[in-house]
């Protein structure tokens, strides 16, 4: 993951169960997935 100076917001699509999603399954994280990452992007950020 790359965190830049000038980033101003990310964007993840989320599915409660990616696998069962219409449309977009493999390219979206799970809610539990989305918490590390953003646990892990504050922690990144507040080194910055």
């Not at 993951?1 to 977009?24: Q, R």
Request: proline share 6%; net charge negative; aromatic share 6%.
């Amino acid at each position: 993951m790359i965190l830049c100076p000038k980033l101003e917001g990310f964007f993840f699509e989320t599915h409660i169960s990616p696998d069962d999603a219409l449309s977009d399954g493999p390219n979206m994280v799970t809610l539990e997935e989305l918490e590390a990452i953003v646990k892990k992007v504050r922690e990144i950020g507040a080194t910055l």
